[in-house]
């Protein structure tokens, strides 16, 4: 099995920065994608960013140039640092992992005010 534990969620004023961190532990094969989603109030869960344990990226039209991914793979983590935060940034981040299976993190709240 898979834990993934988030954490660096919180509120922020509109231009400034947070930094997400996502561990996992468990059984994870060394081939894998980590993944951070946003849920918003109301709304589905849209894809933010990703990085393979290659690391390829991809992200979002909304946050790209704005969020960097990256990942430790000796640590088994992934970052997502989001700066120029807006207030459409506001929902709850999940940490995502795609191996051998499909595993969530509990999520972590960003709320950005204006």
């Known amino acids: 099995q898979v834990q993934l534990v988030e954490s660096g969620g919180g509120l922020v004023q509109a231009g400034g920065s947070l930094r997400l961190s996502c561990a996992a532990s468990g059984n994870i094969f060394a081939i894998n994608i980590m993944a951070w989603y946003r849920q918003s109030l109301g709304k589905q869960r849209d894809l933010v960013a990703s990085?393979?344990?290659?690391?390829?990226?991809n992200y979002a039209d909304s946050v790209k140039g704005r969020f960097t991914i990256s990942r430790d793979n000796a640590k088994d983590t992934v970052y997502l640092q989001m700066n120029s935060l807006k207030p459409e940034d506001t929902g709850v981040y999940y940490c995502?992992?795609?191996?051998?299976?499909?595993?969530w993190g509990q999520g972590t709240q960003v709320t950005v005010s204006s």
């Open positions: 995502n992992l795609r191996t051998r299976g499909t595993f």
């Open positions: 990085i393979s344990s290659e690391g390829s990226t």
